[in-house]
């Protein structure tokens, strides 16, 4: 079923991190709708430049660059962000938090209304299973990894920084996935394919997860609820200075999922397990390991990664539903059949000649 999505803002856009998986999703919806937008990103990007959206060539910390995209727009959604489960605390410290807080500084400086931002739901992990858990869940103090805690704070940054002149929110979208994604299918099937994945501790824990056209429906809905300073619904309160768990509402036994996939593309299924606690002991000693002899990459598993692939984690969607008129219109089925449809053309192209014969 197609859920209308409410009118949105009609003014200028600026995406921060537009070129990435969700940014760049969330940029082609705004200008199929007609909307001015505009991308800040780190380097060029040929092919929005083709479609002519401006991109901003500046980082997070670049107090000229933040001022020239921010200069005459209405709405920010701020995407970027330093990812992933390993690495220096202090470049995710530079690009999450700082990053963060000279973007709202700009916000204000140049009079932009409204700031959506992209946070994650890791910012309320605290190493328990989390099951239907709601935004009430405090933001986590400690956590083994670096990315959860540095979002964290710049949520609270963006959160506190609301008021009458700008506007804030922010959106806790949980494992994006979808055609295109480059990191957590590519990921999950490299791995299998080179028989490095196991099943970490029962093998039944669930979790949430979203497709990116659902997730960009929500960055859009925050928009249009933000603009109209109250909730999308008739029973919605002011989504402003709030944060709201975005999923597909149909949490999946990820290890289920996973072999699902798997067989859709005819891959042996995992099988083979760990307990949580071996892997996590794995991790204590790879992070160690990688610390001390300054290891580029990430270690083959971390503590974060053991655990997250153990616990349940999945969150009510109802204060969205509530406050955003968020619904998924793709479910999971139908999501991963156009993912299952999308990879095994890739597999085709790959498989097919490079250079042709032209002869009968």
């Known amino acids: 079923m197609t859920i209308p999505l409410p009118a949105s803002p009609t003014g200028p ?24 937008v505009r991308v800040l990103a780190r380097r060029p990007d040929p092919g929005l430049a083709a479609l002519g959206i401006p991109v901003v060539t500046a980082s997070l910390h670049d107090a000229a660059g933040l001022a020239a995209a921010c200069a005459g727009v209405e709405t920010v959604f701020h995407v970027a962000a330093r990812v992933g489960v390993w ?7 530079r690009t999450n938090v ?7 500084a700009a916000c204000r400086a140049q009079g932009v209304a409204r700031l959506i931002h992209t946070s994650s739901p890791s910012v309320v992990y605290n190493g328990r299973d989390l099951a239907g858990a709601d935004e009430s869940l405090p933001l986590t103090t400690a956590c083994p990894s670096p990315y959860p805690l540095t979002k964290a704070a710049a949520e609270r940054l963006v959160l506190a920084a609301h008021g009458p002149a700008l506007r804030t929110t922010a959106l806790r979208p949980h494992l994006i996935w979808g055609e295109g994604d480059p990191h957590l299918v590519p990921r999950v099937l490299q791995r299998a394919r080179a028989g490095r994945l196991r099943i970490v ?27 109209a300073g109250r909730g999308a619904t008739a029973a919605g309160r002011d989504p402003g200075g709030r944060a709201y768990f975005i999923t597909n509402a149909e949490p999946v036994v990820l290890w289920d999922w996973i072999n699902g996939l798997l067989r859709g593309l005819e ?10 606690g071996v892997a996590w002991a794995a991790g204590v000693v790879a992070e160690a390991w990688w610390r001390a002899f300054r290891l580029a990459g990430e270690p083959p598993v971390t503590r974060f990664v ?36 999308h990879l095994r053309a890739q597999r085709v192209g790959s498989e097919a000649p490079k250079n042709p014969s032209s002869a009968d």
């Open 13 to 36: 856009v600026l995406v921060t991190g537009g070129t990435g998986f969700l940014g760049r999703r969330l940029v082609l919806r705004l200008r199929a709708a007609g909307r001015p």
């Open 87 to 93: 690495g220096p605390e202090a470049e995710f410290q």
């Open 98 to 104: 700082e990053g963060t807080e000279a973007l709202v």
């Open 201 to 227: 501790g029962s093998g039944r824990n669930r979790v949430d997860m979203v497709h990116v056209d659902n997730a960009v429906d929500a960055h859009l809905l925050a928009e249009a609820a933000l603009a």
């Open 267 to 276: 891959l042996p299924p995992v099988t083979r397990r760990v307990p949580l």
């Open 306 to 341: 053991a655990a997250e692939l153990a616990k349940d984690h999945w969150f009510d969607p109802g204060a969205a539903r509530r406050d955003l008129g968020y619904e998924p219109r793709l479910s999971m089925a139908a999501g991963t059949e156009r993912l299952l449809a």
